[in-house]
């Protein structure tokens, strides 16, 4: 099955810095990569994704890469608020065949 | 315009007790999904259903854990003589099948957290 490892487990920054997560998979049939960010106490959202036919994707601070070659993909957010921090997961799977599998999170603190 | 939804959120139960999670999809969605989450961990699939059928319990722990979706009324997650490596929170998930097609694309609940004494 597949597996994803995602890095660093934590990660602190200074508002107004960018801040970088990085996650490897495993199965090369995978073609579905979303990210969640959980705040404390609360259910993991989408805050993006990306499909296997594309190698980048952008909205507002957050954008997404991904090597199918290497089998990574990131995810930067750019001038990093507090608000910003949580706990991000990466996840992968095959679209309409396989169920999500997540990476064991990275925990971001921005400090003001 | 609501997401998903999840009750109990918290959950108290002594060893030996049985447990019942609720989950109803948001509106549309045909697809449910009951994922764990253990103290600084990821999430770990558990089970994924449709109305009335079990896809994939590959996830689900052999015994003492089961979870349906009938055709009326929410998803349940049960866990009979719950013991205290159950503590944990239960998130549930749905998504659209469009198209002939799950999009795979996952909204989750805010969670249940149980608790075992």
């Known amino acids: 099955g597949e597996n994803v490892e995602q890095h660093p487990s934590t990660l602190s920054v200074q508002e107004g810095d960018s801040a970088v997560i990085k996650c490897t998979y495993s199965?090369?049939?995978?073609?579905?990569f979303p990210w969640y960010k959980q705040e404390l106490g609360k259910g993991p959202q989408l805050i993006i994704d990306?499909?296997?036919?594309?190698g980048e994707k952008k909205d507002q601070r957050i954008a997404v890469t991904l090597n199918k070659t290497a089998k990574h993909f990131s995810l930067h957010i750019t001038e990093t608020q507090p608000e910003d921090s949580a706990v991000y997961f990466c996840?992968?799977?095959?679209?309409?065949?396989?169920?999500?599998?997540f990476g064991k999170g990275t925990m971001l603190l921005v400090s003001p | 315009n609501a997401g998903v939804m999840q009750n109990p959120r918290h959950l108290v139960r002594r060893r030996g007790q049985e447990a019942r999670l609720r989950c109803s999809p948001m509106?549309?969605?045909?697809?449910v999904y009951w994922y764990r989450q253990l103290p600084e961990e990821g999430l770990k699939f558990m089970v994924y259903?449709?109305?009335?059928?079990?896809?994939?319990e590959s996830g689900m722990p052999k015994e003492r854990f089961s979870a349906e979706f009938p055709k009326e009324g929410p998803s349940i997650l049960r866990i009979q003589q719950v013991v205290r490596g159950d503590s944990a929170a239960y998130f549930c998930?749905?998504?659209?099948?469009?198209?002939?097609?799950?999009?795979?694309?996952?909204?989750f609940g805010e969670g249940s957290r149980l608790t075992v004494l």
């Open positions: 990306i499909r296997s036919n594309v």
């Open positions: 996840a992968a799977s095959i679209t309409g065949y396989s169920t999500l599998t």
């Open positions: 199965d090369s049939a995978s073609n579905y």
């Open positions: 259903l449709q109305k009335e059928n079990i896809i994939d």
């Open positions: 998930a749905s998504s659209l099948y469009s198209g002939g097609t799950n999009t795979g694309e996952l909204f």
């Open positions: 509106k549309g969605h045909s697809h």
